[in-house]
C-alpha cells in the first residue's frame, strides 16, 4: 500500500568532502549527480533514478547508532570493497548476519564516521569465503 510518500535524499555530514566522495564513489560504486552551489562544499551521489545520498562538508556529529541502509546489487563485491578499506564496523550493531527474513545485513563507517547498514535482497547468492567469524555470525 502506497502513501504518496517516497525518499528522495539522504543528508550525510562529512569532514573531507573529497575523502567522502571517493568512498562513496570508488568504493560503494555510486555515481556523482549535478550539485548546486550549497555555499559550502557538497556533493549529490546518485543511488538510482529517485534517491540521493547529499554529502555535506559541515561541522556536526552524526548519534552513533543512526544510520541508513543501502540495499546492494552484489553483496560479497561491496563487502570485499569495504573490508579493503577498513571500513567494516561490529562494535555498535554486531556482526554481519543473516537476517530471518534471509537478507544479509553487515554495517560499515564512511571516513567521516557515518554508519551504513548494507544489504541484499535474500536471495542473493553471497561467497561463503567471505563469511569470516571475525565479521559474520555463524549461520544458525
Given at each position: 500500500?502506497?502513501n504518496?510518500?517516497?525518499?528522495?535524499?539522504?543528508?550525510?555530514m562529512?569532514?573531507?568532502l573529497?575523502e567522502a566522495?571517493e568512498?562513496?564513489?570508488?568504493?560503494?560504486?555510486?555515481?556523482?549527480?549535478p550539485?548546486?552551489?550549497?555555499?559550502?562544499?557538497?556533493?549529490?551521489?546518485?543511488?538510482?533514478?529517485e534517491?540521493?545520498?547529499?554529502?555535506?562538508?559541515?561541522?556536526?556529529?552524526?548519534?552513533?547508532?543512526?544510520?541508513?541502509?543501502?540495499?546492494?546489487?552484489?553483496?560479497?563485491?561491496?563487502?570485499?570493497?569495504?573490508?579493503?578499506?577498513?571500513?567494516?564496523?561490529?562494535?555498535?550493531?554486531?556482526?554481519?548476519?543473516?537476517?530471518?527474513?534471509?537478507?544479509?545485513q553487515?554495517?560499515?563507517?564512511?571516513?567521516?564516521?557515518?554508519?551504513?547498514?548494507?544489504?541484499?535482497?535474500?536471495?542473493?547468492?553471497?561467497?561463503?569465503?567471505?563469511?569470516?567469524?571475525?565479521v559474520?555470525?555463524?549461520?544458525?
Open positions: 500500500m502506497s504518496g510518500f517516497r525518499l528522495q535524499h539522504v543528508n550525510v562529512v569532514r573531507d573529497a566522495v568512498f562513496y564513489v570508488g568504493g560503494l560504486g555510486l555515481e556523482p549527480s550539485t548546486p552551489d550549497l555555499g559550502f562544499p557538497a556533493q549529490f551521489i546518485r543511488i538510482n533514478d534517491q540521493e545520498i547529499h554529502l555535506n562538508e559541515l561541522s556536526g556529529e552524526a548519534p552513533e547508532r543512526a544510520h541508513f541502509c543501502l540495499r546492494v546489487a552484489d553483496f560479497t563485491a561491496t563487502v570485499r570493497r569495504m573490508g579493503e578499506r577498513d571500513a567494516i564496523e561490529t562494535a555498535t550493531w554486531g556482526k554481519g548476519r543473516r537476517l530471518p527474513s534471509g537478507v544479509m553487515l554495517f560499515v563507517r564512511d571516513p567521516s564516521g557515518n554508519l551504513i547498514e548494507l544489504s541484499c535482497e535474500a536471495d542473493q547468492e553471497v561467497d561463503p569465503a567471505l563469511l569470516d567469524p571475525a559474520f555470525e555463524s549461520a544458525p
